[in-house]
């Protein structure tokens, strides 16, 4: 995949870069209309209409793919029908066509192509796009796609360019070196997809303007500082003024910079082996 730059004809694009969608096999072509669902806006309001999510609201129109995390067609090959971009998520999407009649979506590995074949199962080839158990899977193996809990679906390293490392195998359990650098355990009956998630460059697209943004779904962000005392902890003061406070704080005055959220008893916190902080 390619960046693509554009020349500063506007204050817009002067910094403008967006992908050239080179792993998109056919541009012109609708998603699958059986995999597709509606996917309603909320403006970030819950079921009475308050604003609970702050700073979302327009956007384009999207259609919402229905992704196979689990990969639970074992032991039934499919053909890549082809790579196909998804507005919901960074990571391209791939469409499957298996040999008895049905199709799915999965997360486009690095390297898959149209014309591939892929499959799931214990017993599959060890290539880019198979799904396996981590029990399966060769020591040092690059893997996304990776369950926590067996059977639940896939929810470590999904998005664009993300990997995991398969790193060991001891007591029923297999050490994975996530994205993050930490060290987590999980149960080796958990499935995971061999190879790295594709749309790579993903990382270096810059939006330019404003605009892009919104088309996005998302709104502006007004800074604390600049409000009054009563609108935000931080505002008040004649002219620019600092935060006043120890350390910055929500509109709520919650602190909102190096304050850990993690729950001390969490159940998952026994199978971490290294933080990712040292």
Known sequence: MGIKRFKPTSPGSRHKTMSTFEEITDKSKQPEKSLTTVKKKTGGRNFQGKITTRHIGGGNRQKYRIIDFKRQKHNVPAVVDGIEYDPN??????????????????????????????????????????AMPLSAMPIGSTIHNI????????????SAGNYALLAGRSDGYATLKMPSGEMRRVPEKCYATIGRVGNVDHELISLGKAGRKRHMGVKPTVRGVVMNPVDHPHGGGEGKSPVGMPAPV??????????????????????IIKRRTK
């Open 89 to 130: 998520r960074s990571a391209n999407i791939a469409l499957l066509h298996y040999v008895d009649g049905s199709k799915a979506y999965i997360l486009a590995p690095l390297g898959l192509s149209k014309g591939d074949k892929v499959a799931a199962g214990p017993n599959a080839e060890v290539k880019v796009g198979n």
């Open 147 to 158: 369950e926590m809990q067996p059977g639940k679906g896939g929810q470590i390293a999904r």
């Open 250 to 271: 929500s509109p709520w005055g919650k602190p909102a910079l190096g304050k850990k959220t993690r729950k001390q008893k969490k159940p998952s916190s026994k199978f």
